[in-house]
């Protein structure tokens, strides 16, 4: 086959790929959250909080309180994102250490986000992790597992 025909085909595919459209989103329930978030040996607070489409839940793993925060959501329930944080408080205005710190986090990790918010003469830490439900994969305790190992992960590296 030419080389001609081969970016011809080539160029036919990418249409037909173009044309077929982005792939379409895998929902999760809040239900199917709470359960992957349990069976990966979390406790989960009671209720579950809807405001606007989106879903809030909160608990404690591996010694840490979480949030959870579904966005994107249908009034059936069904949500687009994931996003699974932890926030660690702190007295003072944050010292350069704790920026630099946070910064070697997001400079050196591929998982999650380290963050710093301040707030009447205080700051806190965050660490979150945004699971993106496109099409490609569904949510499950995977998900959950890679957010303790990203947590544990920032917790270390802050330490040090």
């Known amino acids: 086959m030419s080389e001609r025909s081969l970016i011809a085909l080539a160029g036919l595919a990418a249409l037909d790929c173009a044309a ?6 895998t929902p999760v329930d809040p239900a199917d959250v709470r359960a992957a978030l349990i069976l990966n040996g979390a406790a989960i607070n009671d209720a579950d909080e809807y405001d606007g489409g989106v879903y809030s839940m909160s608990g404690q793993i ?4 979480f949030n959870v925060k579904l966005l994107g959501c249908t009034d059936n329930r069904d949500c687009a994102t994931v996003m699974i944080y932890s926030l660690f408080d702190a007295p003072g ?12 986090y997001n400079d050196n990790y591929l998982d999650g986000r380290a963050f710093i918010l301040r707030a009447d003469g205080n700051f806190t830490y965050g660490f979150d992790l ?10 499950s ?3 959950v597992k890679r957010f303790q190992s990203a947590l544990g992960d920032f917790v270390d590296h ?3």
Do not use: R
């Open 141 to 143: 305790t995977l998900h």
């Open 20 to 25: 077929a459209g982005p792939a379409s989103a």
């Open 93 to 104: 205005d944050p010292p350069i250490e704790a920026y630099e710190k946070v910064n070697g």
């Open 158 to 160: 802050m330490k040090d």
């Open 130 to 139: 945004v699971i993106q439900l496109d099409g490609e994969e569904a949510f």
């Open 62 to 65: 591996d010694n840490y309180a």
